[in-house]
């Protein structure tokens, strides 16, 4: 009776780490590393003679050309 | 500042190619090399829809991570872009992109592949911003003139969207709001301003009665 009760115990204590193994699955998602850019450096485009390094000029212009791109602002809706 | 991105609504693409033509009249694009194309699904059924696509400028791009010459490097503003002098054309970043966006100009009677060409944003690369070098070989830097990536700004029905994540998102956002979702989009009553509750049709909606 005892055996047979050890056999239950370690049947179940079986089925539960059988049941529990997909939980440590690793993820499949590969994930990317950059490497570290090799050529030439590359200047922002606020330095350039047209902004003279107003990054806050610059970025005002984008977001005026890009507002133009909402035709409800841009010709009422 | 965000990043730069692109947005294409399929709502509004009518697969013109007019971002496809503005991109290659623009950089001097060589025969063969599409850095922007049109994707139609569901050709000439219901549901029919298309959009634009190019390289997205992938915040963790993968064409970066599999480059065995480093030669892609990302721009303060969020442009993914590289260096073709240290490019040696194999080809793995095209194998990389989800979006097929990398493209290789053949040359010569065998096809030899040259070095890899995509949408820069039209922010150039690495050469002096403006210079005759850095327009023969990325095109024109439109970015460091203050304007949007030309296939976005030539768009006539503005379904290619491009510029700041932020605000092009709002732009979105908004336009969703006015036109609505569904039937709402291109309903009847959207497309000949149907009163909403005054009872009476217009003669466009009253079902054409002939005399």
Partial sequence: MKAMRSIFIVAIAAGAALALSACG????????KQGSYQGKPDTPPWNGAQWGGNKQQWENAIHQRAQDQNEYKRIGG | MARMKFLCDAERCIACNGCVTACKQENDVPWGVNRRRVVSMNVGVPGERSISVACMHCSDAPCMAVCPV???YHTEEGVVLHDKDLCIGCGYCFYACPFGAPQFPQTGAFGVRGKMDKC???AGGPEPDGSQAEFEKY???RLAEGKLPACAEM?????????DGNTIADIYRDRVLHRGKG???WGWATAYKLPPSNGTKPAAASGGSKS
Avoid: H, M
Avoid at chain 2, 155 to 163: E, I, P, Q, V
């Fill in chain 2, 155 to 163: 768009c006539s029905t503005k379904a290619l969207l491009g510029g």
């Fill in chain 2, 183 to 185: 039937a709402e989009v």
């Fill in chain 2, 70 to 72: 480093d030669c892609f």
């Fill in chain 1, 25 to 32: 699955e690793r993820p499949q998602v590969i994930t990317y």
């Fill in chain 2, 139 to 141: 095109g024109r830097n």
């Fill in chain 2, 120 to 122: 820069t944003f039209c």
